[in-house]
């Protein structure tokens, strides 16, 4: 790619994901969706005017994941999400289990392989904990307990996430599983997770002493994204996800004293580079895959209606592992619910090994889809009681005048 | 380019900017100067750890420089650039002339052929305004008279030097020079900066109008990098350079009553990319060629050494065309020195088309790193009186102890 290319990609994502997401906004929904819409309508489904595999583009909306992880963690009382561990892991645990039993028995009784039902049951057990906590960024509800414990249960299931791919990744390849192996990308993952947090505890208290004696302006900000992206960086090695890495690394600059500046010199960075996120996922949705009048689709639409619907209620069950009437179970569960990229990472990789045909990639698109487009509205109904911008529902019944005129104006 | 890379190189460009900023920063020297020193460390010449070829390296570097002067655009007053705009442009025109009649009639002299010397006069009427501008930043002088001259004069320099581009670049592939064409680049690029300019002033106020209707929080931050982008995108489609464009985008945004806003927030992103700039134009430069042990390196030194001593006396000269008492000419002249990242650029192009041996592109990067190395310490010298850091010689002589505890502690 050269520079004029990445300007125009970068001015259209930018232009784009503005006009949308204010227009989500001004429809009552959370910013973000307008984010993925403009992401559809630029990408391979739409106008085909960003690639969403063009490599730097790629690497933009994965800085764009890691820093909007690390803000969340900057923001992320530690103590707040111990509490909340056990209801977290819960939910996390029927997170995976229920999604991956229902998408294995559909499949199964749909006739498919045993490998292939595998695969389809471990596509459903993803959660895109981006998505979640844009939505709860952009309705105000990050501080919320619900919050806390999607945050918790999230990361687990990105942990959780990374082992169900090494397992289908070694099915589809080699077609066994080795429980050495499997046992130590566990174990591994977990001591890094803790170790990121306990290391990063004492690495960022030292760091910001450091950065203290230093003269040169903007220490604090580079060194700051330095460091998330070196625990980032060691959550890759270690064979975790990065943003489980600039997640542990924003907790733990969030217990220093300096955190409300790295905070407010983050923001800038994070409107710049999480868009960019946001863009490439819904440029990977193939909307065509939604044309009912194309009889092609049929059976993908059917299939992938079927998943979706399984995909869905998993999840919102998984919400009621909680078992406290003080928290609103119904929106942990949908708060797990979008699949956004991790799902589409799952079924790549068994179309590669050829067990995923592309009719049953084109379902997963679907299922991606529905969830990650289903999510921030259902997040917004279940969290705000009355929503502050405008209901969808009555403004579409409203004469075509008043509904302009409140749309730009408000009023 | 994989994330993992991408992470390792990112990070060793923030430690080693960070690290040798404050280093040259402690050494009474600007912060640039260590970014750059970053540079060669961990680049071609050095331990080879960033590749200043990679192409998301290369981009990210450009959209560095992009968003420098946008910043510098933002915080310039439009009218004090056109106030010394004729002694800009007299600084510009000298500053071109000199340095290629001293580089053409010195290659001539050494024998070398018509076109090759040609060559060699070009490559030396380079201005890096990056640098400078940083310098500029740094010592805090962007304010000051000489630096609007240097600004308005680099910025000429910048749109001089697409045109001597093109005009070596048709002479290298086809030997020959339409002057139907150099007159259409050069109408089209300076019609590109006036129309930027007065298009910019009114698109900006308008732009500032819709963004304080939109409801979703960053739109300015966004709004006004996409504005950047965008009259970069038409500068490098009017033939001109990107960063005159986002510096024409920054004029007209200084201008709107949100000048102060954009500027605060677009602090810790100009922090996070332009050291990528910086890193990148050291580790373009390859030291072995400096080691005098090596005999194949004299005739390289000798060469080199010679055009750099006409390199800096044609800059150095130009500043004396300001004829201005109250302005430091030395300082101008000083100011546009560095060649950087551009006289590689025209060099490149000859080594491309086969009229630059090994040879002389090794004498060119001399050139461009001594004249890029030597104007930070220049700059700061001739236009600040006591320098508020530390003296190099004074320092150098002291005993051990008191250099490393002042080094560290200050004192």
Known sequence: MDLTHLLVTLILIFVGAKAFGELANRLGQPTVLGELVAGVILGVGGLKLV????????????IGVIILLFETGLATDI???????????????????????????????????????????????????????????????????????????AVADDIVGLIIL??????????EVSAWKIAQITALAIAFFIGAIVIGNLFAKRLVKVIEKMRTSGTLIVASIAFAFLWSLGAELAGSAAIVGSFAAGLALGRTHKFEVIARELKPLAY????????????????????????????????????????????????????DPRVKSAAVGVGMAPRGEVGLIFAEVGRRAGIVSADLFAAVVIVMAGTTFLAPPLLKMTLVRRPRGMNLVSWLFEPARKRVSRLIWGR
């Open 51 to 62: 690639d969403p595999h063009a490599n730097v583009f790629v690497l933009l909306a994965d």
């Open 79 to 153: 103590r707040e999400l111990l509490e909340v561990g056990w209801r977290s892991l819960a939910v996390a645990a029927l997170g995976v289990i229920l999604p991956f039993a229902g998408g294995f028995v559909f499949a199964y009784a749909f006739g498919y392989t045993n490998l292939v039902s595998i695969f389809l049951g471990a596509t459903l057990t993803a959660t895109s904990v981006g998505i979640t906590v844009r939505v709860l960024q952009d309705i105000g509800k990050l501080q919320t307990k619900e919050a806390k414990i999607i945050l918790g249960a």
């Open 166 to 175: 090494a397992v289908v990744r070694d099915l589809g390849l080699q077609g």
């Open 272 to 323: 710049i580079f999480t868009p960019i996120f946001f863009v490439k996922i819904g440029a990977d949705v193939d909307i065509r895959y939604f044309n009912p009048f194309n009889e092609a689709n049929h059976a993908i639409l059917v299939v992938g209606g079927f998943l979706f619907v399984i995909a869905m209620i998993g999840k919102f069950l998984s919400g009621f592992a909680v078992f």
